[in-house]
């Protein structure tokens, strides 16, 4: 059953556990998750990154997606990852994702938070969970990681209203 990234996060605070989340690159390994999930009788997070959505367009994964939660009977947190665009994350929240993250952690801090409460707003008005970012993760082509600044975090977390943030260490 698809739920929101927020819902799983406060059981899981509450119950003093952790949620699974992992990202996808297509059917197989999604049904694995949320049949491996539902096995487990626990709660997961099946995400479209960016790997996933450079072969396979949002259009097709949201059903997808969707398709595989309501099949099982735990929890599912149908998650958009590290999307650069508002208008991804605007057409996803409009396909069904229950979940979205919206990553400005490359761009100044000020900046980060003011396209990061759009996502917010867009999503907060249809019941969407969304995560941010703050740090820098260096991924691909030697790129260096930035760690987090604790009070970046902070100022990040206050003033955009997200439900999670990714941070890097």
């Given amino acids: ?31 694995a998750y949320v049949k491996a999930a539902e096995l487990e009788n626990k709660p997961v997070i099946i995400q479209a990154g960016p790997g996933c959505r450079a072969h396979t367009p949002i259009e097709v994964l949201a059903p ?27 057409r996803a929240i409009d396909m069904g994702f229950s979940s979205v993250m919206f990553d400005g952690s490359d761009l100044p801090i000020e900046e980060n938070i003011r396209l ?17 970012e703050v740090g820098y993760v260096g991924y691909a ?3 260096a990681s930035q760690g987090s600044l604790p009070d970046e975090v902070g100022l990040f977390a206050e003033s955009t209203g997200v439900d999670a943030v990714a941070i890097s260490i």
């Fill in 1 to 31: 059953m698809i739920t929101s990234l927020e819902s799983v996060l406060q059981h899981a605070l509450h119950n003093k556990t952790a949620v699974a989340g992992f990202v996808g690159l297509g059917w197989e390994d999604m049904r």
């Fill in 116 to 132: 990061t409460q759009s996502v917010v707003e867009l999503a907060k008005a249809r019941g969407v969970s969304v995560e941010g």
């Fill in 64 to 90: 997808m997606m969707c398709h595989l939660a309501d099949s099982v009977n735990v929890p599912v947190v149908v998650h958009l990852d590290h999307s650069k665009s508002i208008d991804e994350c605007s």
């Fill in 141 to 143: 082509k030697g790129e």
